[in-house]
């Protein structure tokens, strides 16, 4: 039997799926359940070591002997600071101590109750990973136990410390199994090498439904040479943050889907590529395919689980994965059968249905006609350019808009400061004949007005300033039109103008209130020479 603590009971399935085999254990109380989960382990041998800091030399002694993670387990306060000696020791030996500690849940921290302190973070310039496990979310315990156990049994052995806080009562040991975990493997092949994890190959060829998703990549990083095969028989989902430069309008399509339809759409094979993803849509859609396989190309080899699902890392190089991918499947007989086939005509045709709806909606005077005339009038210029577009209403336009070039967008943390500073200095390192284009919105022109007060700014950089006089994303979040005051303090409200902004920095300036006026503003925005910067503001009326 074991305890009945969930996040307990994920840990210590967890440990023996990932082949930890020896525990160190101390006594106490609050780490009890701990104690005695491992104990009940039959591939886990455990050694009762009283005092802690010789609890952690001696699980030290059995990492030095096997050259594999050990386990010590201490209870919760002052118990956890005995173990550094030894932890200390150990990251300088290379060797790998996996730390438990049990403690007091977080709400007690500080609250003069019996043996409490600041655990997570107590051994952090020894260990790799500190995790903090929840009481009741299994998917973020799941996640944070598998990362710290993919750097313990890493190559370089390193140490790490999973802080385990339990509430009382402590002793109920009434679970008659532990629970099936889902394990997350990391792979890491050859530098020399562009062989692929078998495992990876078996799970596409036994898929029905495959789909590969690219999230933000820079097109310096990656170009699709030598992945035509792959990208040919499996359905590729991405955006305009991609490097891909087709079809793009997958939320758009979700957004008109319904959700019977939707569920006949879910893949159970996911490749997933790149970083960061805008769409609300497609991150919700991949989370209910809870019986998908997927896989994560990545360079640092992190646990990022955005799907809820992962299965597997490679590390390394997407390009090269890729390309290694596609030739491996050439070399399969019956790869492309006709479930696949079917599946990936479906995403095709609507796909492309949901192109032919955005290119047949009239083009009006609007954020959405601004970006979309904008985008229109770029495909015919003839000097060399960059896009970038600022974050929330601006990078969502787009994904609906932007065709045929790369989009940059600060979109690893998604915030609206040092969008047009960016631009700045991307510009300033271009050859003096080409163009950067920003296209941002109010909030985010405002806030970083500062980009044009400095010496490098000139005419390759050109802005394209959406103004409606407020944020508008927040203009799509259901519920809170019910706040009195969400126009006003959440949304920002405001009746500012960039004219004066721009005449303190010399930049040219431009306005439209209209759609004649913006057909002009664009056309001159892209093609008046000028040594300044050049800003055209929409101001587009509230609705």
């Avoid at 799941?142 to 009382?168: F, W, Y």
Wanted: with cysteine.
């Amino acid at each position: 039997m074991y305890s009945n603590k969930t996040n307990v009971n994920i840990l210590t399935s967890l440990l023996v799926a990932h082949g930890i085999r020896h525990a160190v254990v101390c006594p106490g109380s609050r780490n009890a359940p701990l104690v005695h989960n491992l104990s009940q382990c039959p591939s886990i041998v455990c050694y009762p070591i009283t005092d802690e800091r010789s609890a952690g030399f001696f699980a030290l002694g059995i990492a030095q002997h096997t050259d594999q993670p050990v386990v010590v387990c201490v209870t919760s306060g002052t118990a956890l600071l005995n173990l550094a000696p030894a932890v200390a020791e150990a990251h300088y030996q290379h060797q790998s101590l996996i730390v438990l500690s049990a403690d007091r849940p977080a709400a007690w921290i500080g609250q003069l109750d019996g043996q409490t302190l600041q655990q997570p973070g107590a051994l952090s310039p020894w260990v790799s990973v500190t995790v903090d496990l929840p009481d009741e979310d299994a998917w973020h315990c799941n996640r944070l136990v598998n990362e710290a156990l993919l750097s313990a049994t890493a190559d370089h052995h390193p140490c790490v410390h999973i802080n385990v806080p339990i509430k009382e009562p402590l002793f109920d040991f009434s679970v008659s199994q532990l629970p099936s975990q889902r394990i997350i493997r990391r792979y890491i092949p050859a530098v020399c090498s562009n062989l692929l994890p078998q495992p990876l190959i078996d799970d596409l060829l036994a898929a029905s439904r495959p789909l590969v998703v690219f999230g933000q990549l820079s097109s310096r990083r990656f170009h699709n040479e030598g992945v035509d095969y792959l990208f040919s028989h499996v359905v590729v989902l991405h955006e305009s943050l991609s490097p891909l430069l087709g079809i793009s309008l997958v939320d758009e399509l979700l957004q008109r889907l319904p959700d019977d339809c939707q569920q006949a759409l879910l893949p159970d094979f996911i490749l997933f590529v790149g970083d960061s993803i805008v769409s609300k849509r497609l991150k919700h859609f991949l989370r209910s395919a809870t019986s998908a396989r997927t896989w994560r190309i990545s360079l640092t080899g992190d646990v990022e689980d955005t799907f809820q699902n992962l299965h597997a890392i490679v590390v390394g190089d997407a390009e090269r994965l890729l390309q290694s991918l596609s030739f491996s499947l050439r070399q399969q007989r019956g790869f492309y059968n006709r479930a696949q086939a079917s599946y990936r005509r479906e995403w095709l045709m609507l796909l492309t249905q949901a192109q032919s709806q955005v290119d047949v909606c009239p083009l009006s005077f609007s954020e959405a006609g601004a970006v979309r005339l904008f985008e229109q009038q770029l495909q015919s210029v003839d000097y060399p350019f960059e896009v970038h577009y600022a974050n929330s209403t601006s990078v969502r336009l787009a994904n609906t808009y932007a065709k045929g070039h790369p989009v940059w967008c600060n979109r690893g943390v998604n915030g609206i400061e040092g969008s047009l500073s960016t631009a700045a200095g991307f510009a300033a390192s271009m050859p003096l004949d080409s163009r950067v284009f920003c296209v941002i919105g109010d909030l985010s022109f405002f806030y970083d007005q500062n980009a044009l007060w400095n010496q490098h700014v000139d005419g390759r950089l050109r802005i394209l300033l959406l103004n409606n006089g407020h944020g508008a994303i927040f203009d799509q979040l259901p519920g809170l039109e019910a706040c009195p005051v969400h126009d006003s303090y959440v949304a920002g409200r405001h009746h500012a103008s960039a004219e004066g902004i721009c005449r303190q920095h010399d930049v040219t300036y431009l306005q439209a209130a209209d759609m004649a006026q913006l057909q002009q503003g664009i056309a001159t925005l892209l093609q008046q020479e000028s040594r300044r910067p050049v800003l055209l503001e929409v101001l587009i009326a509230r609705t």
